[in-house]
């Protein structure tokens, strides 16, 4: 296309994103979903026009909160395993700084979103505008310099014609497998309304593929080598394995060379959990029988993951004194962490190469028969914590059980407190994506609007989100969006009266039961909330039942209804899956009138001797 059009920078980037496709499994699809919105003085006039223009190529969703909207936009894009996406703008002000949240949600977890806050006049003319930070010593600075940390690529657009290389750039890193996150470009609200002639051209449709990167032949052959040489190795399976669409491939690895599989958060269902060479999760919420293997490998291959604490046990898992890593990344900085081999490649096309690589070998028989040994043992400990119980108040594990009885397969949702923890070990995922855990960042709230955006994204399957009290109280508006637009979705809200996850931690570290359950909070009288109450007020089928068999018989009901269903149980706050499990460092103070805690810091001084620091 030749010439130009006339637009303003608003259209402009409205088009833009329109234009912008993808190809899935042969499919050609938009690759921007919708845009989020909600609009203010900061937005309505030039993105808001903007937006309507386009209305029948690029959908524009309301929400309630920007937080609950921004969540719902990146696990849009987390359950479209980082294929497709959304854009979130807001006005300036508190409408871009309740973003800023989710912005560092995406970053620490790589998922791609675009953010479009308004921001002050470029021209300076009224200043200072409405909702306007004022830095007395930078005039410069407005409140979306918040987003400058928690971006990939940050932008401020001062004239409209610089939204064009802006776009190219925010395109580069939205797309790219290993840059992947945030990008915020932050336009002034004159500007917005500002016109320009545009090259025609910048508005044809781009087609953006999924980029594999192959590994360097001598990384790639030092890590066979090493590989080769290796007696008990383990391979950790990240989510970079769910987003490069591993799975099988993975599968078809471990099955031909013996090598055990263990899952992080992220990238729990990369295999399925009846997979005889699938030992679960690892580190912190780790299963006994991975962590076992972790313990005794002499080499970890850790595919797609970044390695953080709740994986590694705060650095204190691996013990064997010989023990490798190689690094298998997309990612040049995660690869070489912890002194690692690095072997820089996307985690499909990377364990192609280490198979074909590799040839016939095989990991001890030995290994192998323990591994699976490990495995049995670890689901009988399992089967037991989360059976039908008729306690007056259940555990989560068996609130779990439960659940999964009930809704076999299904996407489950969770992010923040103890939940997170338990369904790592206990929830067994078939399917990859069918475990959707935000726990890089580890957000209250995100929860509602999480699965907001995962129906959204997989609208032919159950979804059930799992959530606690405390992060149902942070962020639940988004069940009024879910209702609103006609998603089916259950809730399950288990209420333990407080902060039950981080009362069991205050304990762990010898504090005293302070300011986390209610019952030990400065107060003049208990809370009552009426959850199902609270839900049926913004439009969904809620009831509160009494134990497991009750709750079974609701999410069956539940399960053969249409639209939001939402089922409240009490559990107990200090009950948790003991089986499994590893330390995590978390610092006990060194000085306390306390006895509880002086002899907490003497056991954390003799953990933190475990650690190793590569």
């Known amino acids: 296309m030749t010439g130009t059009i006339r637009l303003t920078m608003a259209q402009a980037v409205a088009q833009f994103l329109a234009a912008q496709m993808t190809e899935i499994e042969g499919q050609r699809l938009p690759l921007f979903a ?47 395993f980082r294929r497709r996406m959304m854009a979130c703008t807001s006005s300036i002000g508190p409408g871009a700084t309740n973003m800023v949240t989710a912005a560092a949600l995406a970053h620490v977890n790589r998922l791609p979103v675009l953010f479009l806050p308004g921001d002050v006049f470029a021209n300076r003319a009224p200043d200072p505008v409405l909702q306007q930070v004022e830095d007395f010593g930078d005039g410069t600075v407005s409140a979306n310099d918040c987003f400058k940390p928690v971006s990939r690529y940050f932008d ?27 990008v915020t470009l932050a336009l002034c609200q004159d500007t917005q309304a500002e016109a320009y002639d545009y090259p025609a051209s910048f508005f044809d449709e781009t087609v953006w593929r999924q980029r594999r990167v192959r590994p360097d032949e001598g990384e790639l052959a030092r890590a066979i080598e090493a590989i080769q040489g290796a007696q008990k190795p383990v391979l950790i399976a990240g989510g970079g394995v769910l987003y490069s669409g591993a799975s099988e491939v993975l599968a078809r690895f471990a099955e031909k060379h013996g090598v055990p599989v263990v899952e992080t958060q992220a990238g729990k269902s990369a295999l399925p959990h009846s997979h005889k060479m699938n030992m679960g999760s690892v580190g912190v919420t780790g299963t006994s029988a991975a962590n076992r293997l ?29 023990v490798q890593f190689i690094g298998l990344n997309v990612a040049a900085m995660d690869a070489a962490k912890h002194g690692a081999m690095p072997l820089v490649t996307d985690a499909r096309a990377g364990l192609e190469a280490l198979d074909a690589g590799l040839g016939d070998w095989r ?103 799992m959530v606690g009290d405390g992060s149902y109280m942070m962020l639940n508006s988004e069940l009024s969006t879910a209702v609103m637009m006609g998603l089916k979705l259950t809730v399950v809200v288990l209420d333990n009266r407080g902060f039950g996850c981080i009362n069991r931690l205050q304990m762990a570290t010898g504090g005293a039961n302070f300011n986390n359950l209610f ?12 959850f199902a109450g609270h839900a049926r ?22 399960r053969g209804r249409e639209g939001v269903s939402v089922v409240v149980i009490d559990t107990d706050p200090l009950v948790t899956t003991e089986a499994g499990g590893h330390w995590w460092d978390v610092a006990v103070p060194e000085v306390s009138a306390r006895e509880e805690v002086r002899e907490k810091r003497g056991k954390y001084e003799e953990r933190v001797k475990g650690r190793t620091l590569g």
């Open 34 to 80: 919708g845009v989020w919105a909600i609009f203010g003085h900061g937005n309505v006039a030039g993105m808001g026009e903007a937006l309507y223009g386009v209305r029948d190529r690029l959908p524009t969703f309301r929400a309630h909160n920007e937080q609950g909207m921004a969540h719902a936009a990146i696990a849009f894009a987390k359950a479209s």
């Open 156 to 182: 401020r657009i001062t004239r409209p014609e610089q939204i064009m290389p802006a776009l190219r750039r925010a395109m580069a890193v939205l797309t790219d497998p290993a840059e992947c996150g945030p």
């Open 294 to 322: 972790a313990d005794e490998a002499d080499l970890v291959i850790a595919v797609g993951t970044r390695l953080q604490d709740f994986t590694t046990g705060s650095w204190a898992l691996f013990k064997n004194p010989d």
């Open 363 to 465: 990991a001890p028989e030995r290994w192998r028969e323990a591994a699976e040994a490990g495995k049995r043992e670890w689901l009988e400990a399992a089967n037991a914590v989360t059976a039908a119980s008729n306690a007056p108040l259940p555990s989560d594990a068996q609130v779990i059980g439960a659940v999964q009885r009930s809704v076999g397969d299904a996407v489950v949702v969770c992010a923040a407190g103890g939940l997170p923890g338990e369904l790592h070990k206990l929830w067994q995922a078939e399917a990859p994506g069918n475990y959707h855990l935000e726990y890089g960042y580890s957000c209250m709230g995100y929860e509602i609007a999480g699965g907001l955006g995962v129906a959204m994204a997989r609208p032919g399957d159950e979804v059930v989100v």
């Open 519 to 530: 019952e030990d909070v400065r107060r003049e009288r208990m809370p009552e909330i009426d």
């Open 537 to 558: 007020a913004m439009g969904a089928h809620a009831e509160k039942v009494s134990g497991i068999a009750e709750l079974e018989a609701a999410l069956g009901a539940a």
